[in-house]
């Protein structure tokens, strides 16, 4: 199972925005200076100066009519540079910036959802989704779970776009020279116990390039339902390798859950297991040969180095 695949926003689609915006003859549309404000606007945000480019934006939206047709190209340009803004703040764990700014942006899209098309309104839950991260990055699980309950309604509606439809990710942070990203599944825990493998949360561990972007996927983590009877816990954290060479794959029963998981022990958890080095209570091999009905052949044992 790969890292479900991410989205990111780069500047240079927004230059493709403003491209376009060039098309309309703008001064038809109101006074000269405000749109001598707006092309100042975009040469700061080409000449890489974003932060002084976006406060202009953000200055031209409180100043342009509504009803004007500048309005609506100012709207665009700002929202994608705030949303810019915010990745760039989550990706480097800066989350009270990426916090203000996916709020901001929330803010805005919710706005452009009256005036622009329906895949632009799907841009109100992927901030709801970034929003949830840093609140998990500030440790603020109680704010954070009241945003994912806005996915968990919408997913009920059938409203949840394409790539949010089935899962989402909650939660991301560096630790030593690797990246660690939380993913959360909509499916409810299943009644019988017995009927199939479920996983409700799996964590990514990733080691990482000289820049600090993802390399290669070493293991996952997965909070695993518990294939039995008990009252004391619903899930057990289970290890499965992906490229790493040193690691043994398997379950880890000293970390459980409840069926309401509590997620600050989750994530401190991830951080113990990770950094710690923690090796499962099972150690489980993968024959490369199959039994006679034709299946591969997984043996589990207990890990007793």
Not at 114 to 127: L, V
Not at 215 to 224: G, P, T
């Amino acid at each position: 199972m790969n890292l479900p695949k991410r989205t990111t926003l780069k500047v240079e689609n927004m230059r493709k925005l403003f491209l376009m915006l060039t098309l309309t003859p703008l001064l038809i549309f109101g006074q000269t200076n405000i749109y001598e404000e707006f092309y100042y606007a975009d040469s700061l945000i080409q000449n890489n100066q974003i932060d002084s480019g976006y406060l202009k934006l953000k200055e031209l939206e409180t100043k342009i009519p509504e009803s004007d047709t500048l309005y609506d190209y100012n709207l665009l340009y700002l929202t994608a540079i705030v949303s810019y803004l915010e990745s760039e703040s989550r990706a480097n764990e800066n989350f009270e910036s990426s916090l203000d700014y996916g709020l901001e942006a929330l803010e805005l899209i919710k706005k452009g959802v009256k005036r622009f098309d329906s895949e632009f309104a799907e841009k109100e839950y992927f901030m709801i989704k970034n929003i949830v991260v840093s609140y998990f990055g500030l440790g603020n699980y109680k704010k954070g779970q009241e945003y994912k309950s806005l996915l968990y309604k919408a997913y009920k509606k059938n409203n949840l776009p394409d790539g949010l439809n089935e899962y989402f990710n909650f939660d991301y942070f560096k630790l030593d020279d690797k990246n660690i990203w939380g993913y959360e599944w909509f499916a409810e825990l299943p009644k019988d116990r017995f009927s199939s493998s479920f996983t409700k949360v799996v964590y990514y561990v990733y080691s990482t390039n000289p820049d600090g972007t993802d390399k290669d996927q070493l293991y996952r983590l997965h909070v695993l339902m518990f294939h039995g009877d008990t009252k004391h816990f619903d899930y057990v954290m289970d290890k499965r390798l992906d490229t790493a060479t040193d690691e043994i794959s398997g379950t880890l029963y000293s970390f459980t859950y409840k069926k309401d998981i509590d997620y600050e022990k989750l994530h401190n958890d991830v951080i113990q297991i990770v950094k710690g080095n923690l090796q499962p209570d099972t150690r489980r091999t993968t024959s490369k040969t199959k039994d006679d009905d034709g299946k591969i052949q997984v043996n589990i044992e207990m890990n007793v180095d």
